[in-house]
């Protein structure tokens, strides 16, 4: 099911296939779905964790696997062990999330229109979640900003980055601006609410665009001229979209459901069994 790539020491359930590729020997995992799943969860979300987020995870993690269940077709597998799919490092040892898995067998995350849902989720939001539309090339009316208030005490609800002016202004000047600086709050940009762009005089750079050009965090941060430095003061960690993990933690430990939690970050869907799906791979 799929290609293990690590040279750390792993536990896998169930067969080995193995298959020459260009000089080299791919190793395939043939393993039972669920327990494929138990895997995911463990390396997505760790152990540890309350029982209503283990399920919540799982069912996100199913959904995504049935979604996306012939993306490695031409490679002879299914899907990949690392973040290109869903990480997998071998099967789970951890009991409780064993037991979410199997209590929740079989469930997906289905449309209005019961099709798999693009199962999105990341680390923390910041306390508002980003629409697809924002974010993406194209959006689901599943996936539409929702303000969280249960992730913004968690470890990576804030952080923080700091640049030479002069630094800054170089690369502010590498994405196009003109203008001359005379005083540096003209680089301040507040973003309380998610916002796509960062705007500087009548120059837009794109909020992902910074993100991926500095390797920051997340897009949600605002820009502050402090002295002869630049400060970014972000929130969250992850492209925002969907689930928020710290955020469903939080919930799950408040006493919701995993149903609850689905429902407050995707909207409009469905969880049923994925017999009930359209277009089964």
Sequence with gaps: MMN??????????GDLQCL???????????????KYISGVVMAE??????????????????????KYFDKHSSDKYNV?????????NGFSTDTLLNKATLETRGLVILDKDSSLIISAFHSNCGGETS?????????????????DPYCITSRNATWRKSYPVN?????????????????????????????????????????????????????FFSVFAVGDSIILKGRGYGHGVGLCQEGAMEMAARGFNYKQIIDFYYFGV????????VALP
């Design 45 to 66: 979300g760790g152990a540890g964790k309350n029982l209503e987020y283990f399920k919540t995870q799982a069912i996100i993690a199913r959904t995504y696997m049935y």
């Design 270 to 277: 469905l969880i049923s069994d994925i017999k009930n799906a």
């Design 80 to 88: 990949c062990d690392n973040t290109h799919c869903q990480a997998y």
């Design 167 to 219: 630094e800054w202004l170089s690369y502010i000047r590498k994405s196009g601006y003109k203008g001359n600086i005379e005083n540096p709050s003209i680089f301040n940009f507040h973003q309380d609410s998610r916002l796509t762009d960062y705007k500087i005089g009548s120059l837009k750079i794109p909020l992902r665009t910074i993100r991926e050009d500095l390797n920051l965090r997340s897009t």
């Design 20 to 34: 020459p590729d260009l000089g080299t020997l791919v190793f395939i995992n043939i393993s039972d779905v669920e």
């Design 131 to 147: 629409s697809s539309d924002d974010v993406w090339l194209s959006g689901q009316p599943y996936l539409k900003s929702v303000v």
């Design 4 to 13: 293990g790539e690590s040279h750390l020491r792993q536990n896998y359930s």
